[in-house]
């Protein structure tokens, strides 16, 4: 199951992430897809992974890169960078053109060969001093 879990999880990130390739969701997501760090507003399952996605790629111009894989039974874990412009309002927070540079590890299960859970830890308040809505502390580079 390690190698076709990473290529699943790699798809996630090259497919759908970076190229924007929204459909590949139907093709490596479980009907029932369980998110346990929803985004306010996002809504259950696969669609809720599908509007989720939209809100990040539309909002931030992402573009991941993947740092490590690692499979271990039925789950992956994800190390990750994530580079990107704030284009569109975000959850609340008005566009601010800025650029981020974050770090984050994304944890999904898998079940029938495709993605069935995840869990996730990213830089926020990186991402949200990046962005100009937290101030730096005094001789931090943002």
Do not use: C, K
């Not at 076709?4 to 969701?25: A, F, G, K, P, W």
């Not at 929803?38 to 111009?61: F, I, K, N």
Request: charged fraction near 25%.
């Amino acid at each position: 199951m390690s190698a076709e879990s990473r290529t699943l999880v790699r798809r996630m990130y090259d497919e759908v992430l970076n190229e924007r390739s929204l459909e590949v969701i139907d093709q490596i997501a479980v009907e029932d897809y369980i998110e346990n760090d929803p985004m306010p507003g996002q809504g259950g399952g696969r669609s809720g992974l599908r509007d989720r996605v939209s809100m990040l790629v539309t909002a931030l111009e992402p573009r991941f890169t993947v740092e490590d894989v690692i499979a271990e039974g039925d789950r992956i874990v994800v190390r990750w960078r994530n580079r990107g412009t704030h284009v569109e309002p975000f959850l609340g927070l008005p566009a601010s053109g800025r650029q981020f540079d974050i770090a984050g590890i994304d944890i999904y299960r898998v079940a029938g060969g495709r993605l069935a859970e995840h869990w996730h830890v990213v830089d926020q308040l990186a991402m949200l001093t990046q962005l100009g809505f937290i101030p730096s502390p005094e001789g931090a580079t943002p």
